[in-house]
């Protein structure tokens, strides 16, 4: 059992000495987060998604206002089935939505988790209800935080079952096909969905 400790004790001090003469070159390495941000950010734009990133609440709302003035979808019917998330980040208070209307020409949303692996979007019933992703519109806007990252689909599906703990959401779904190309392989969440039109702005919260 001594020898135990003592192999112990000697690997952690060589450890420590490995440690300190590599500290300069981690230093130069990106942070885990940053890789999966950019993982994601390549994966969604390669699926077709148009990615914008704000660094604070203002120039969320100046994407926001130019996404609408550029697809004249201001005066359009726009579908939100949140409440909150209009109260919190939606600038326009002479925009109208409904919480009903799946013609609507534009669907605004906020989102569980954002898969880096394969650049898609995870939903559930606190965002869509108990629709699937071919019921929404076809325009879809989407507001994430960088705190939703997920590296893969089951380190997302995992940060649901802790935000939720014992009242898990139904409806888990992903959306991926934003212009699908033809083969392009789906996982069992996305299987059968159409592709959307889709602009997340992310949302600096770190």
Not at 54 to 60: M, R, S, Y
Not at 67 to 84: A, P, T, Y
Request: glycine share 4%.
């Amino acid at each position: 059992m001594k020898k135990i400790f003592q192999s112990f004790f000697n690997s952690s001090k060589k450890n420590k000495e490995s440690e300190y003469t590599t500290k300069s070159e981690y230093k130069y390495l990106p942070k885990k987060d940053e890789l999966v941000e950019d993982k994601f950010t390549l994966n969604f734009s390669s699926n077709g998604g148009k990615f914008l990133y704000a660094t604070d609440i203002n120039e969320f709302e100046e994407f926001f206002s130019k996404i609408l003035e550029e697809n004249n979808w201001g005066e359009k019917s726009i579908l939100c089935f949140n409440e909150d998330f209009i109260k919190n980040y939606i600038p326009h208070n002479d925009i109208k939505f409904n919480k009903s209307n799946l013609n609507s020409n534009l669907f605004i949303t906020d989102c569980e988790f954002l898969v880096a692996k394969d650049g898609s979007i995870l939903l559930s019933a606190k965002q869509i209800q108990s629709y699937k992703a071919n019921d929404l519109p076809n325009n879809i806007i989407v507001m994430a935080k960088t705190s939703q990252l997920s590296e893969t689909l089951s380190m997302g599906l995992e940060g649901i079952r802790i935000k939720y703990s014992n009242n898990l959401p139904s409806n888990i779904t992903s959306i991926k096909n934003f212009n699908k190309k033809e083969g392009e392989d789906l996982n069992f969440l996305t299987y059968g969905s159409s592709a959307k039109n889709l602009y997340l702005i992310l949302f600096e919260d770190l």
